[in-house]
């Protein structure tokens, strides 16, 4: 459910291996118009996502989950970008996760 869709927030800390060096990809993929890779956790992300999609009385289901996952994703980028204290904080998957949750919420 939309708990499921908040714990995909949390794995995304992979993002903090080496916050510099994907912020350089970042960066880089999106000037070269790269295609993203997939990590090991996506499968099982993806996996809530549609099941969520499937099974929620939300009106546009699909475009909101879409609009979820890539408010998660500047988020996150932005913070590696701009706010690298932040960007390994608990707090700032518990702020997106609340954000995520209450917006995605029938």
Do not use: C
Not at 58 to 63: H, T
């Amino acid at each position: 459910g939309v708990h499921g869709v908040g714990r995909g927030v949390a794995a995304h800390a992979a993002h903090a291996v080496d916050p510099e060096l994907h912020r350089i990809f970042t960066q880089e993929a999106m000037r070269l118009r790269l295609e993203p890779f997939e990590t090991d956790d996506d499968g099982v992300i993806a996996e809530e996502r549609a099941k969520w999609v499937r099974t929620t009385k939300r009106e546009n289901a699909e475009l909101a989950m879409w609009i979820s996952n890539t408010a998660i994703h500047a988020v996150i980028h932005a913070a590696f970008a701009e706010r690298p204290e932040a960007a390994t904080d608990p707090r700032l998957a518990r702020e997106l996760t609340k954000l995520v949750v209450r917006y995605l919420r029938p």
